[in-house]
């Protein structure tokens, strides 16, 4: 059963040892995922489903089914290794319980940066719920939209207490701080994304997609379709913890309640 619900930006900066100096400017971040990470230690999921493109497949989704995972953020100058077990037995459950040939399992024991950020942000650095990360691939936006509607009826009816985070940016050209640079349909893709996240709708995320396809291509909105694919007509809502873009990039962070 799910049992909390997210979404959280991949940025390396939310992690003290690489972004201190910056705390002020993320402020409404840090707070939100303050709030998230209170909210999934008193409800103690029995696993973690973490939901990335940043480690994306070129042909099929994956679905992690290994033992225990790593990953590090030394790219960014933090080199520690960060652990967290996995839980083979559920990533294999929902391999079984989906369309044959969707996904394909993953055994690679690596974590991507963004689901490190997003688990060091969420569980400290010992994690205790096993993790299965979902990973992306090259397919279109209603192949996402697919994917996550095939996953609703596996993980919602699942005996262990799933605890869903999809680690997502927006646009990368939201202000003039931007190192891409400012163009206006960033500011546009933002708005239209929140509003179609608000709806719980998955064909507004597509057509937002669709129509500002440059700036979707360099956001994490597929991690979002997914995520709001497996929970179209589940009875949770959609509530904005958090939205700024302090770099220029566009950093949401929300909760489904």
Same mark, same amino acid.
């Given at each position: 059963?799910?049992?909390?619900?997210?979404?959280?930006?991949?940025?390396?900066?939310?992690?003290?040892?690489?972004?201190?100096?910056?705390?002020?400017?993320?402020?409404?971040?840090?707070?939100?995922?303050?709030?998230?990470?209170? $909210?999934? %230690?008193? @409800?103690?999921?029995? =696993?973690?489903?973490?939901? #990335?493109?940043?480690?994306?497949?070129?042909?099929?989704? /994956?679905?992690?089914?290994?033992?225990?995972?790593?990953?590090?953020?030394?790219?960014?100058?933090?080199?520690?290794?960060?652990?967290?077990?996995?839980?083979?037995?559920?990533?294999?459950?929902?391999?079984?319980?989906?369309?044959?040939?969707?996904?394909?399992?993953?055994?690679?024991?690596?974590?991507?940066?963004?689901?490190?950020?997003?688990?060091?942000?969420?569980?400290?650095?010992?994690?205790?719920?096993?993790?299965?990360?979902?990973?992306?691939?090259?397919?279109?936006?209603?192949?996402?939209?697919?994917?996550?509607?095939?996953?609703?009826?596996?993980?919602?009816? $699942?005996? %262990?207490? @799933?605890?869903?985070? =999809?680690?997502?940016?927006? #646009?990368?050209?939201?202000?003039?701080?931007?190192?891409? /640079?400012?163009?206006?349909?960033?500011?546009?893709?933002?708005?239209?994304?929140?509003?179609?996240?608000?709806?719980?709708?998955?064909?507004?995320?597509?057509?937002?997609?669709?129509?500002?396809?440059?700036?979707?291509?360099?956001?994490?909105?597929?991690?979002?379709?997914?995520?709001?694919?497996?929970?179209?007509?589940?009875?949770?809502?959609?509530?904005?913890?958090?939205?700024?873009?302090?770099?220029?990039?566009?950093?949401?962070?929300?909760?489904?309640?």
């Amino acid at each position: 059963m799910i049992v909390f619900s997210a979404i959280v930006p991949p940025s390396p900066l939310l992690i003290p040892s690489i972004g201190k100096e910056h705390a002020a400017a993320l402020a409404h971040t840090i707070d939100a995922l303050a709030h998230i990470k209170s $909210s999934l %230690h008193a @409800i103690h999921p029995d =696993a973690c489903i973490i939901i #990335s493109q940043y480690s994306r497949l070129p042909q099929r989704f /994956g679905i992690g089914i290994h033992t225990h995972y790593k990953g590090s953020l030394k790219d960014f100058g933090d080199l520690r290794e960060y652990a967290a077990p996995g839980l083979p037995s559920l990533g294999t459950a929902l391999l079984t319980q989906i369309p044959h040939g969707m996904a394909a399992g993953v055994t690679l024991p690596s974590l991507d940066y963004a689901s490190v950020v997003a688990l060091r942000s969420l569980c400290g650095d010992a994690p205790s719920a096993p993790v299965v990360p979902l990973h992306s691939c090259a397919a279109s936006y209603e192949a996402h939209a697919r994917f996550g509607a095939a996953l609703a009826e596996p993980v919602i009816h $699942s005996s %262990h207490r @799933i605890a869903l985070i =999809a680690v997502a940016d927006l #646009s990368h050209h939201a202000t003039e701080a931007s190192p891409e /640079g400012y163009r206006a349909e960033g500011v546009l893709f933002d708005k239209a994304v929140r509003g179609a996240l608000q709806k719980k709708s998955t064909r507004h995320l597509m057509e937002t997609a669709r129509k500002y396809d440059e700036e979707a291509a360099l956001s994490g909105i597929r991690a979002m379709i997914i995520l709001s694919g497996i929970l179209e007509d589940f009875r949770a809502s959609f509530r904005l913890l958090a939205y700024e873009s302090p770099f220029g990039v566009s950093y949401l962070t929300a909760e489904y309640v």
